[in-house]
């Protein structure tokens, strides 16, 4: 049970880590980023094929504003909070 708990909360940690990735990436597409800086090009490596994945389903281009990464993070908050917590609840008997 112990154990179950801990990956949880090991799940719930990294995808805090990946909410700040998302929010990064986010950000540098606001200025003309220099497509063969290493870091530029993790944070797209690592956001983008997520972002094809809503945009498979939801159309996410706004008047030129992309909503994917706020989608991304709103299931990125709800999965925290709905599931995981609900869940660690539940194992631990509260």
Same mark, same amino acid.
């Given at each position: 049970?112990?154990?179950? #708990?801990?990956?949880?909360?090991?799940?719930?940690?990294?995808?805090?880590?990946?909410? @700040?990735? !998302?929010?990064?990436?986010? %950000? =540098?597409?606001?200025?003309?980023?220099?497509?063969?800086?290493?870091?530029?090009?993790?944070?797209?490596?690592?956001?983008?094929? #997520?972002?094809?994945?809503?945009?498979?389903?939801?159309?996410?281009?706004?008047?030129? @504003?992309? !909503?994917?990464?706020?989608? %991304? =993070?709103?299931?990125?908050?709800?999965?925290?909070?709905?599931?995981?917590?609900?869940?660690?609840?539940?194992?631990?008997?509260?």
């Amino acid at each position: 049970m112990k154990f179950i #708990v801990n990956l949880l909360l090991f799940v719930d940690y990294i995808l805090t880590i990946y909410m @700040f990735i !998302v929010v990064a990436a986010a %950000l =540098i597409t606001w200025v003309q980023p220099n497509p063969y800086n290493p870091i530029v090009r993790f944070l797209f490596q690592v956001t983008e094929p #997520v972002y094809a994945r809503i945009r498979r389903f939801i159309p996410t281009n706004f008047g030129g @504003f992309d !909503v994917a990464p706020m989608i %991304l =993070i709103f299931a990125i908050i709800f999965i925290q909070r709905v599931g995981i917590t609900s869940l660690i609840q539940m194992l631990s008997g509260n």
